[in-house]
């Protein structure tokens, strides 16, 4: 199996979902230490300081997703098959990714999609004991991740 493409990306929240967490957080320090005055300002900054961690954890956690096509297999968040088994891939634009999440799609579908994304890569799936019969992807750069997935599919086509 021949593997000339490669690709790499990590699906990342947006500055401003940060700056907006940390105001939200702020505006709780706020409240806290007007209602607590003279009194407990210990408590408003360790509820603070604990939400502020937690706040950190949820988008980090959330912008952790990667999407990778490298030694044989294409891993997107989670999920992970050989590249033997993926299809044709599409890079999908705003409209058209709307219309393949929403009304157009099949239920069976794995969806790796974020909402600060509009645009996203459809990878059909061949593998028959698959219950998903295509990937939806969101993507920074679609078009490349579609590129090095058809890339490497025709090349391993032309291996066997």
């Known amino acids: ?5 490669s690709y ?7 500055l401003r979902w940060w700056a907006q967490g940390t105001m939200l957080v702020a505006t709780l320090w706020l409240t806290l230490i007007v ?32 999407i990778a096509v ?3 297999w294409f891993r997107a968040g989670r999920a992970q098959i050989e590249m033997t088994y993926v ?10 990714t709307r219309s393949v999440s ?8 794995y969806l790796l999609l974020r909402p ?15 219950p998903a019969p295509y990937w939806l992807v ?3 750069h679609p078009r490349a991740l579609a590129d090095a997935l058809n890339t490497v599919r025709t090349g391993n086509a032309a291996d066997q």
Do not use: F
Request: aromatic content about 4%; cysteine-free.
């Open 70 to 72: 490298s030694d044989g």
């Open 87 to 96: 299809g044709a891939a599409e890079a999908l634009d705003a409209e058209r």
């Open 138 to 140: 969101s993507s920074r």
């Open 1 to 5: 199996m021949s593997e000339t493409a």
């Open 102 to 109: 929403g009304p157009e799609a099949d239920a069976r579908a």
């Open 116 to 130: 600060y994304l509009r645009r996203s890569v459809k990878v059909e799936i061949t593998d028959p004991a698959d």
């Open 35 to 66: 209602a607590l005055i003279g009194h407990a300002a210990w408590l408003a900054w360790t509820v603070t300081g604990v939400v502020m961690a937690g706040m950190v954890a949820a988008l980090r956690a959330y912008g952790g997703a990667r």
């Open 8 to 14: 790499q990306e990590r699906l990342r929240v947006p």
